[in-house]
């Protein structure tokens, strides 16, 4: 009997398993599902037991560019790294010394993980617990159902499509994932992801 899969239409970015920033083991990043409960992500570790809120990420910048009144050159400020970002700001002239208080220009940024080549959730940017290397191609998967999922596509041999309109997770695939010559080492990588 053949090997059929079935196409579950299962949505697999409710979580993601991650490496954790601290002990290096895996975490989890959970949000609520809607597109603005992302910015209430949580990153939780339960073999450290280290936490972080996305919120955290959110850094700011505060800068002064003004020309001095006493002496006419141009002033500046800036700083970075701050949490809670100052209305206005004492600055000093370089030239003559004049000191005055400015209005300052607030802009946001959020603190981005560097991944070297690697996969990283779309949250906090960890890199993804179930990823590795198959012929030289990054093979990962968010979480153990969404790899699980990959497994019962890939061991298929008949592969059913359910939906001819929605973008599936199957059609999202790269394509050496889809390629038969793969099956074995594609098979082979998620035991090994499975066991970790």
Not at 56 to 71: F, I, M
Not at 102 to 112: A, C, G
Not at 165 to 175: E, K, N
Request: net charge positive; aromatic share 12%.
């Amino acid at each position: 009997m053949e090997k059929r899969y079935k196409q579950t239409g299962y949505y697999y970015a409710k979580y993601y398993s991650v490496e954790c920033p601290k002990c290096h083991k895996e975490a989890t990043v959970s949000h609520d599902g809607s597109y603005w409960g992302w910015k209430n992500a949580e990153l939780k570790c339960l073999h450290c037991m280290h936490k972080e809120n996305r919120a955290d990420l959110l850094l700011y910048e505060v800068t002064v560019r003004r020309n001095c009144p006493d002496c006419g050159k141009q002033i500046s400020a800036e700083i970075n790294n701050l949490k809670n970002p100052p209305k206005e700001m004492n600055v000093t002239c370089p030239d003559c010394s004049f000191s005055a208080k400015y209005t300052t220009n607030i802009s946001s940024y959020r603190l981005v993980n560097k991944l070297n080549g690697m996969k990283g959730d779309p949250l906090f940017n960890y890199p993804l617990w179930l990823q590795g290397e198959v012929k030289r191609n990054l093979f990962w998967a968010y979480n153990r159902e969404h790899l699980e999922e990959i497994r019962s596509y890939v061991d298929a041999e008949l592969r059913e499509r359910q939906s001819l309109y929605l973008m599936t997770m199957v059609a999202r695939l790269p394509q050496f994932i889809k390629e038969a010559k793969n099956r074995d080492d594609i098979l082979k990588k998620i035991d090994i992801l499975l066991k970790r």
